[in-house]
C-alpha cells in the first residue's frame, strides 16, 4: 500500500464510508476553489474600487459569502475529523474484538489447557504492556531481584522458576485459571483476595521479598499479562491441566533420606550439590533456581507444603519431564519434596496471621497449632491419610 494513501485507505474500509469520505473531501475542495476564485474577484473589484475612488460598502457586504464559505469549510473540515477519529476507533474495537473471538474460539474445556498463541498478544491495543508482564514474570529477577534495574525488592528466582513457560505451561502452575476464579475467598488469609494481593503473596513467599504497589506500571503489566492468559476461561471454572497435579497419598512418610538419593542422581546435575543452582549451559550469566537456602522461597510459600512441591516434581522434573512423560514415580516425587523441604531456607513470616481458622488448614501444613493432635512432623511428612480421616468426620 503506497504510504501517502495508507490512512485513508485503512478507514475506508467499505463502500459506505468510501463514500461518505469522498463527499467530504470532494465538498472541501469545491468550496476552496470557489472561495479563491470568489476571493480573487473581491480582492480586484476592491484595487478597482480604491483607484476610482468608488464607495467600498458594497464590495464589504460581499465578504459575508466568503466569511460563511469558510464557516463551512471549518465545519466540514471538523466532521471529517470527527468521522475519522470514529472510524479509527470502530476498527480498533473490531480488531480487539475479533482477537478475542479467535482465543475464545481456540479454548476446549474438554482438552487440557493450552496458552493463548502469543501472536495475538502483539497484535492486541495493550500490546506494550503485556508484553512487559510477561517479561516481568520470566525475567523477574533482572527487574526486581537484588540488583533488579526497577527496583531491588526480592530474592534472585524468577516468578516462573514456579510458573514454568512464564505461566503458560500445562500441570507446570500455570495462570490459566486466575482470571476465572479471582477475587475469591482464600482459607489462608481468611479474606477476599484479588489479583493484586496474589501476586504481592508470592513476592513476599516464594520470592521472599517486598510487595508491589498496587497501581504500580510493574503490578498492573503482571496482572494484565496474567488476566489475558485466562480469558477464554468462563468464570468459576478450572480448566484441565490448570495448577499442579495431585497425587495419592502414600501409606508411609515420605522419606527425605531416599529423597536425598534421587536429589543426587536425579538432580545435582542442575541444582548443584548445595542446592543452589548451576549456571545455565546455553546463558552461563543465568542459574538453576536455587532450592534451599537464603535466595530460595520461604517456608511460608506454597511450595513448602511437601504435597504441592511432589506435584509440582512427579510433570515438570527432572528436566523435559511432563504430565504425559512423567520421569519419577510418585513415591520418587514424595521423597525428593520430602528432601527437598526438609533443608533450610528463610522462616514463615505470616505464622501469626495465615490460617485463621486451624480446622481449615491443609492436611500437610507443616506449623501447629492443629485441630487434631497430630504431631508438626506428621502434618509435614506423613502417614498423611489418618489426618485426612480426622478431617473428614469433624467437617
Known amino acids: 500500500m503506497h504510504r501517502k494513501c495508507r490512512w485513508y485507505c485503512l478507514l475506508t474500509n467499505n463502500k459506505a464510508n468510501y463514500f461518505l469520505m469522498t463527499v467530504f473531501i470532494g465538498a472541501i475542495i469545491i468550496l476552496i476553489i470557489v472561495l479563491v476564485?470568489?476571493?480573487?474577484?473581491?480582492?480586484?473589484?476592491?484595487?478597482?474600487?480604491?483607484?476610482?475612488?468608488?464607495?467600498?460598502?458594497p464590495v464589504k457586504n460581499q465578504f459575508r459569502w466568503v466569511k460563511s464559505g469558510l464557516i463551512s469549510i471549518a465545519f466540514l473540515l471538523i466532521s471529517l475529523i470527527a468521522f475519522t477519529i470514529w472510524q479509527y476507533w470502530q476498527k480498533a474495537?473490531?480488531?480487539?474484538?475479533?482477537?478475542?473471538?479467535?482465543?475464545?474460539?481456540?479454548?476446549?474445556?474438554?482438552?487440557?489447557?493450552?496458552?493463548?498463541?502469543?501472536?495475538?498478544?502483539?497484535?492486541?491495543?495493550?500490546?506494550?504492556?503485556?508484553?512487559?508482564?510477561?517479561?516481568?514474570?520470566?525475567?523477574?529477577?533482572?527487574f526486581l531481584g537484588p540488583a533488579g534495574i526497577i527496583r531491588p525488592m526480592s530474592n534472585g528466582m524468577n516468578c516462573q522458576n514456579c510458573h514454568l513457560d512464564a505461566g503458560t505451561k500445562a500441570w507446570g502452575n500455570n495462570y490459566s485459571g486466575v482470571a476465572a476464579n479471582y477475587p475469591k475467598l482464600r482459607a489462608r488469609s481468611g479474606t477476599v483476595e484479588n489479583?493484586?494481593?496474589?501476586?504481592?503473596?508470592?513476592?513476599?513467599?516464594?520470592?521472599?521479598?517486598?510487595?508491589?504497589?498496587?497501581?504500580?506500571?510493574?503490578?498492573?503489566?503482571?496482572?494484565?499479562?496474567?488476566?489475558?492468559?485466562?480469558?477464554?476461561v468462563p468464570k468459576n471454572q478450572a480448566p484441565k491441566g490448570v495448577g499442579l497435579k495431585k497425587l495419592a497419598v502414600m501409606t508411609r512418610a515420605a522419606d527425605p533420606v531416599k529423597g536425598h538419593e534421587l536429589f543426587i542422581s536425579k538432580c545435582q546435575s542442575c541444582h548443584g550439590v548445595d542446592g543452589q543452582g548451576l549456571p545455565k549451559p546455553e546463558d552461563p550469566s543465568t542459574k538453576y533456581p536455587p532450592l534451599w537456602g537464603d535466595h530460595s522461597y520461604?517456608?511460608?510459600?506454597?511450595?513448602?507444603?511437601?504435597?504441592?512441591?511432589?506435584?509440582?516434581?512427579?510433570?515438570?522434573?527432572?528436566?523435559?519431564?511432563?504430565?504425559?512423560?512423567?520421569?519419577?514415580?510418585?513415591?520418587?516425587?514424595?521423597?525428593?519434596?520430602?528432601?527437598?523441604?526438609?533443608?533450610?531456607?528463610?522462616?514463615?513470616?505470616?505464622?501469626?496471621t495465615d490460617w485463621p481458622q486451624i480446622n481449615k488448614k491443609p492436611y500437610d501444613h507443616p506449623f501447629g497449632p492443629y485441630e487434631d493432635t497430630f504431631t508438626e512432623a506428621q502434618h509435614k511428612y506423613g502417614p498423611y491419610q489418618p489426618i485426612i480421616d480426622f478431617q473428614k468426620q469433624t467437617k
Not at 473471538?101 to 479454548?107: G, K, R, S
Not at 497484535?123 to 525475567?139: F, H, M
Not at 508491589?212 to 480469558?231: C, F, N, R, T, V
Open 37 to 57: 476564485s470568489y476571493s480573487t474577484t473581491l480582492v480586484s473589484r476592491i484595487s478597482s474600487s480604491i483607484r476610482l475612488q468608488q464607495d467600498l460598502a
Open 93 to 142: 474495537s473490531l480488531q480487539e474484538n475479533t482477537l478475542k473471538e479467535n482465543i475464545l474460539h481456540a479454548y476446549d474445556s474438554t482438552k487440557v489447557w493450552n496458552a493463548p498463541d502469543l501472536s495475538f498478544m502483539l497484535q492486541s491495543p495493550d500490546k506494550e504492556l503485556l508484553v512487559y508482564g510477561r517479561q516481568l514474570i520470566a525475567n523477574t529477577a533482572d
Open 195 to 232: 489479583i493484586t494481593k496474589r501476586i504481592n503473596d508470592c513476592f513476599q513467599r516464594s520470592l521472599n521479598g517486598d510487595t508491589l504497589k498496587p497501581d504500580s506500571k510493574e503490578m498492573k503489566a503482571m496482572a494484565a499479562y496474567i488476566q489475558w492468559l485466562g480469558q477464554a
Open 298 to 352: 520461604n517456608e511460608a510459600a506454597g511450595l513448602y507444603r511437601v504435597s504441592t512441591f511432589a506435584g509440582y516434581i512427579k510433570t515438570n522434573m527432572p528436566f523435559g519431564a511432563t504430565a504425559d512423560n512423567p520421569q519419577l514415580s510418585d513415591e520418587e516425587a514424595w521423597d525428593l519434596a520430602a528432601f527437598v523441604n526438609g533443608q533450610p531456607r528463610p522462616k514463615h513470616k505470616f505464622l501469626a
